[in-house]
């Protein structure tokens, strides 16, 4: 239960004076709904402003304070500017100019012939000095000069840089001084202020101590959650599996295993003959055969006599892990069910009958398999694909299901940046799949101009004339669901009218009978082109479609072209990926899509990504989930990162239970940070 003295900060945020219903949505746009969002909600840059005597000291461009005197006010015609025309104490003459209003709340603010104290950017009109829109007016100089370094917050529409700051300072006066939890001597040797202090000044100017510190706070309330997560399960009970290999020298493999499947599948081995359970994420380029080592391991669970379950973020995904895991294991004799929110009826009870009797040995599904109705004979081993789908906290809750804690397996398709695993898995053993099977072809991946665009709707057409298949993916025109659909409905509509029926449309947003039935026809071969957005990001797996188009290719990231590429090229034939590039092209996206056509390598390609990306776009959000950090940049994550997770293990290993002075200040910090699941977790509670 969070402590008391941090509820203020969990206050709603209309508990600040001024903010309403009409605020609460664009407040709501940028997460800004408690009064710690406001305190935490630090600025992209701060106006530097330099006090002028006079404008002959000023530079067109500059931002400035100075002293200006009202002499006459001029109207324009229609919808026109109003302009109030001033001079310095040196005689010189600027207009302030405001659009879109009457001038009334300009006469008020710049009374003829009384001097004002104006802070803005000087800039220029024809030969006219002009101040568009002050950034301030103030009848003494003390307010105005006192605006020299300021803010520049990130908006939502709706909201202005003035009412956002104003809201910023009332949640800090509900900031007060906290315990310490940082080491003494890392304070000492980074000179970085209290952690009230270092909010105060990171509002306040550029402090990088003060932005350092903040970030370092949740980067060590995130590993220290994590690690506490981590030694949490070694103290738990798990049943250790031991197979005896009479179903896994059953499988009937068209290929042999790599040496990274195999290092992978002994590792998870060693880990199932544990008492403790394991935890272990099993990370893997697109094709590098994941699947293969997550039914070795849970096949390893049904020799020990105990039940296994895949758990996937999507139906397409459960549906398609259903297919292939019945498919690979058809020799072993193993039972293997699907079970999704959709089946009702008898089907689900009967599935929940098997479940409980133990005739099911394996159970794939979406978060159907762990509602509360489901009930396990014996369940001892759980994969959770697509890892990054789901949090921590998901992680934990799927652990309760089992008599005993059950071995976890979490698989992830998008290849993760070394500097960033600790970030997100610091509680969990990693597995690398980095070798790929042998055999598979390289893709061919070529960059084509938008306008050839009636060229690549021709190759299409020959393309599927000769049996073969191929998706078409549409853009993420902007940060927005409905935005995509329109944009896959129109494109599908086109390639429709073109081709015929023989044109499938999925989206996220279609009913799931609808989005089942046309995967379905595509993936039986009875249509020949699925058009869609990055819903089939992951897990859609049709061997005869060899021709991937991206449109409007650079306004992925690298990440997401790597994992949207990857759905081809899973077959005997050829592949080919055509990136639909825009006609205005930036030099990192000249550069992304450069990479494309250079290196098949997902890791490589993810350590690229986050270069270009940097801090803004940490991992993408696109393709991977939400970052756990909203205060630490890409740059401070891989400085201070390593830092935080020693300070966190000396923590742990020497205050086990973190109690005394420090520990209770850890507390407090995984409270602040929302890591309540690793106080859960704390010796003694």
């Not at 664009?26 to 408690?34: A, F, I, N, Q, S």
């Not at 990370?283 to 070795?296: F, P, R």
């Not at 639909?580 to 390609?605: I, K």
Request: aromatic residues 4%; neutral net charge.
């Amino acid at each position: 239960m969070r402590p008391d003295r941090l509820n203020p900060l969990f206050a709603a945020a209309d508990s600040l004076k001024g903010v309403g219903p009409g605020l609460a949505r664009p407040l709501e746009r940028l997460g800004l709904t408690r009064v710690k969002d406001f305190a935490y909600h630090l600025p992209d840059r701060f106006v530097q402003r330099r006090a002028v005597a006079d404008l002959d000291e000023a530079g067109v461009g500059e931002n400035i304070v100075v002293a200006l005197t009202p002499l006459e006010y001029r109207s324009s015609a229609g919808r026109g500017p109003f302009r109030v025309l001033a001079a310095d104490s040196a005689g010189n003459v600027c207009a302030l100019t405001y659009f879109g209003r009457n001038g009334g709340w300009a006469k008020k603010q710049l009374p003829l012939g009384e001097t004002r104290w104006i802070a803005g950017r000087l800039d220029q009109f024809g030969q006219t000095l002009q101040i568009v829109h002050p950034d301030h007016v103030a009848e003494g100089s003390d307010l105005a000069l006192g605006q020299l370094v300021e803010p520049v917050y990130p908006l939502s529409e709706g909201l202005t840089q003035g009412r956002l700051a104003a809201l910023v300072q009332l949640a800090l006066a509900h900031v007060q001084p906290l315990p310490e939890w940082i080491e003494p001597g890392l304070l000492g040797k980074f000179q970085w202020p209290a952690w009230a202090d270092a909010l105060a000044l990171a509002h306040r100017s550029e402090h990088p101590a003060a932005r350092d510190r903040l970030a370092y706070d949740e980067l060590l309330a995130n590993s220290l959650a994590l690690l506490l997560v981590k030694e949490s399960n070694r103290t738990r009970v798990g049943t250790p599996l031991r197979g005896d290999g009479r179903l896994r020298g059953k499988l009937q493999l068209p290929f042999a295993l790599t040496g990274a499947q195999a290092r992978s599948i002994a590792e998870i081995e060693g880990d199932l003959a544990q008492t403790a359970p394991m935890l272990r994420l099993l990370q893997g380029d697109v094709g590098s055969g994941k699947t293969v080592v997550a039914l070795e391991a849970m096949l390893i669970a049904v020799e020990a006599g105990t039940q296994a379950a895949l758990l996937a973020p999507t139906e397409i995904l459960a549906r398609q892990h259903h297919v292939t895991l019945t498919r690979m294991a058809a020799g072993t004799g193993v039972t293997i069910a699907l079970l999704t929110g959709r089946d009702k009826g008898r089907v689900r009870e009967s599935i929940l009958m098997g479940l409980l009797d133990g005739s099911i040995d394996m159970i794939v599904g979406t978060h159907a398999i762990f509602q509360d109705t489901v009930s396990y004979k014996h369940l001892a081993m759980v994969v959770i694909d697509e890892q990054h789908r789901f949090g921590v906290g998901q992680r934990l809750m799927l652990t309760q299901k089992g008599k005993r804690t059950p071995h976890c397996l979490a698989m992830t398709a998008t290849p993760i940046p070394r500097t960033l695993t600790l970030a997100q898995y610091g509680e969990m053993d990693v597995s690398r799949l980095d070798e790929m099977p042998p055999g598979r072809q390289p893709i061919d991946t070529r960059v084509v101009a938008v306008e050839r665009l009636d060229d690549v709707v021709g190759a299409i057409g020959r393309h599927i004339a000769t049996g073969q298949q191929a998706y078409w993916v549409c853009p993420m025109v902007r940060e927005s669901e409905t935005d995509d659909i329109a944009a896959a409905e129109a494109r599908h509509a086109e390639l429709q009218a073109r081709f015929g029926d023989t044109v499938v449309l999925v989206h996220g947003q279609l009913r799931p009978e609808a989005k089942d039935a046309a995967m379905e026809r595509f993936a039986s071969g009875q249509a020949s082109l699925l058009v869609a957005t990055t819903v089939i990001e992951v897990g859609v797996d049709v061997p005869n479609a060899t021709l991937m188009v991206i449109e409007q290719a650079e306004r992925f990231g690298l990440a997401q072209l790597h994992q949207l590429r990857g759905r081809v090229g899973r077959g005997a034939e050829k592949s080919t990926c055509l990136l639909l590039r825009g006609a205005a092209l930036s030099e990192t996206g000249r550069e992304r899509l450069a990479l494309m056509r250079e290196t098949q390598d997902g890791f490589r390609l993810a350590e690229e990504d986050l270069r270009l990306r940097g801090g803004g776009e940490l991992l993408g959000t696109r393709q991977s989930g939400d970052t756990p950090f909203r205060v630490a940049s890409l740059e401070q994550i891989q400085r201070l990162l390593p830092i935080a997770h020693d300070d966190a293990r000396l923590l742990v290993d020497r205050d086990g239970g973190l109690t005394g002075e420090r520990g209770e200040a850890a507390r407090l910090l995984l409270y602040l940070f929302e890591r309540d699941w690793g106080v859960q977790l704390l010796r003694g509670g």
